[in-house]
């Protein structure tokens, strides 16, 4: 589960940005694909061990991905991370967490993001597998604060009323998230959804969704 | 291989480290919490041996996931809001010792109960009939027999408690499932990286049970 990316909603559907990105992109290229919600730990170890074709689950397009064998799509989502702390926190900036716990999510950019400042401001990391468990320990003291997509972060907060608040001027650069495979033998599939994404960004569809889930 | 081991060995041995680490606490804790609940289970004082029934079951009927999240945010919302103590927090490790402790001090209770329970009865009788008291019949003439039976069982329960610091991945306790995870996440080689943390358990897990075994000679006196 990453909200908004892949979730369960109020319905029962497993819906999210991956799942309707992949939808259009399968009906404009017109191809089928059965989708299982694995959990992210076994969506790699699939593609790895060839059970799976493909994985799309928010995974940001890394060098060091790309140095294992992966391959990867063009990017279909691109956003800036953001530190985020209780909404009565005194935390200002970066500056104030030395000594202090953050948490972050597992092979998230906002995990990498805090890796890279956490030598200059001295902080500790835990990390957490999904965004409740992780903004939970936010909320309840285990950890002064965590690191998450902007654009989820605000989202989240707003729809779930969450008593957190992004801090002003903690956003870094972003990296793009992609689509990927393990094996050379699918690059017919990263052809195909490079095809589709650059076509339902053309007419408006990739928009919509985007629009759908981060308002 | 050779990547992940020369860019995240030192990585994974340390959070090898924590796996022990967080394993021995939760191992001292959880014995004396069983050695107390057992003894508990085997006294004459129906209360006392209620007390041990209770807590078995509510803690073996709970999946330790569950119960980490109990803990791990349970615990001080609950002092927060109902003691209000609002500094008060619990850090992973403290958190997981917490939930180790308590799921293998109710599984160590039932061991030593039945471990005390399967010595014959007739033992305590003749002693007490001796003119022993009934703590030091319990010393010197159950227990002795009684600990003989539980130690395989013990070490089973040590081994099944060090394999359930994986569990407490989920708090973010940065032990080797953890850590693991982490690694997969960034080279996204997930095969290799499950096969040296395989590697890492084996080892931690042999050196116990081998350890194990040297205790287990020791005790056997009569061998």
């Given at each position: 589960?990453?909200?908004?990316?892949?979730?369960?909603?109020?319905?029962?559907?497993?819906?999210?940005?991956?799942?309707?990105?992949?939808?259009?992109?399968?009906?404009?290229?017109?191809?089928?694909?059965?989708?299982?919600?694995?959990?992210?730990?076994?969506?790699?170890?699939?593609?790895?061990?060839?059970?799976?074709?493909?994985?799309?689950?928010?995974?940001?397009?890394?060098?060091?991905?790309?140095?294992?064998?992966?391959?990867?799509?063009?990017?279909?989502y691109q956003a800036t991370q953001c530190m985020t702390v209780a909404a009565d926190s005194d935390i200002a900036?970066?500056?104030?967490?030395?000594?202090?716990?953050?948490?972050?999510?597992?092979?998230?950019?906002?995990?990498?993001?805090?890796?890279?400042?956490?030598?200059?401001?001295?902080?500790?990391?835990?990390?957490?597998?999904?965004?409740?468990?992780?903004?939970?320990?936010?909320?309840?003291?285990?950890?002064?604060?965590?690191?998450?997509?902007?654009?989820?972060?605000?989202?989240?907060?707003?729809?779930?009323?969450?008593?957190?608040?992004?801090?002003?001027?903690?956003?870094?650069?972003?990296?793009?998230?992609?689509?990927?495979?393990?094996?050379?033998?699918?690059?017919?599939?990263?052809?195909?959804?490079?095809?589709?994404?650059?076509?339902?960004?053309?007419?408006?569809?990739?928009?919509?969704?985007?629009?759908?889930?981060?308002? | 291989m050779g990547q992940i081991i020369s860019s995240y060995g030192w990585l994974l041995a340390r959070a090898m480290g924590q796996t022990c680490l967080l394993a021995l606490l939760g191992l001292f804790f959880g014995s004396i919490i069983g050695l107390v609940f057992g003894i508990l289970g085997v006294l004459q004082n129906r209360v006392c041996r209620a007390i041990e029934v209770v807590f078995v079951d509510i803690i073996r009927g709970i999946p330790m996931m569950v119960l980490a999240m109990f803990v791990f945010f349970g615990i001080p919302y609950g002092v927060k809001n109902i003691l209000g103590v609002s500094s008060f927090t619990l850090n992973?490790?403290?958190?997981?010792?917490?939930?180790?402790?308590?799921?293998?001090?109710?599984?160590?209770?039932e061991i030593i109960r039945a471990g005390i329970q399967s010595v014959d009865r007739g033992q305590m009788e003749a002693a007490r009939s001796l003119g022993l008291p009934y703590w030091r019949a319990m010393q010197r003439v159950v227990l002795p027999q009684a600990v003989r039976?539980?130690?395989?069982?013990?070490?089973?329960?040590?081994?099944?408690?060090?394999?359930?610091?994986?569990i407490l991945s989920v708090i973010g306790f940065p032990e080797l499932v953890n850590t693991g995870k982490n690694v997969v996440a960034n080279t996204f080689m997930s095969l290799q990286t499950w096969f040296i943390v395989a590697v890492m358990y084996l080892i931690i897990i042999l050196i116990l049970s081998k350890l194990a075994k040297l205790l287990e000679r020791r005790l056997s006196y009569d061998r």
């Open positions: 589960m990453f909200k908004p990316f892949e979730y369960t909603d109020d319905n029962g559907d497993f819906v999210g940005i991956d799942v309707d990105l992949l939808a259009a992109i399968a009906e404009d290229q017109g191809f089928t694909y059965d989708l299982n919600s694995v959990g992210w730990d076994s969506a790699i170890a699939a593609c790895q061990a060839g059970q799976a074709d493909g994985m799309i689950a928010g995974a940001s397009i890394t060098d060091e991905r790309r140095a294992s064998g992966w391959i990867f799509s063009d990017g279909y900036g970066f500056g104030d967490l030395a000594g202090k716990t953050v948490a972050v999510k597992t092979g998230t950019q906002g995990a990498a993001y805090a890796e890279s400042l956490k030598d200059e401001y001295g902080f500790d990391i835990v990390y957490m597998d999904d965004s409740p468990t992780m903004y939970q320990t936010v909320t309840g003291g285990q950890a002064v604060a965590c690191f998450e997509d902007t654009p989820i972060m605000a989202a989240s907060i707003k729809s779930g009323d969450l008593p957190l608040r992004i801090v002003e001027g903690s956003e870094n650069e972003g990296a793009p998230y992609g689509f990927a495979v393990f094996s050379a033998d699918e690059q017919e599939l990263i052809d195909l959804f490079n095809a589709g994404l650059k076509s339902i960004r053309e007419n408006g569809v990739y928009d919509e969704i985007l629009a759908a889930y981060l308002g | 992973a490790l403290q958190a997981g010792t917490i939930c180790l402790a308590l799921n293998s001090g109710a599984y160590m209770a039976t539980m130690i395989p069982t013990i070490v089973n329960q040590f081994i099944i408690t060090l394999k359930d610091t994986s």
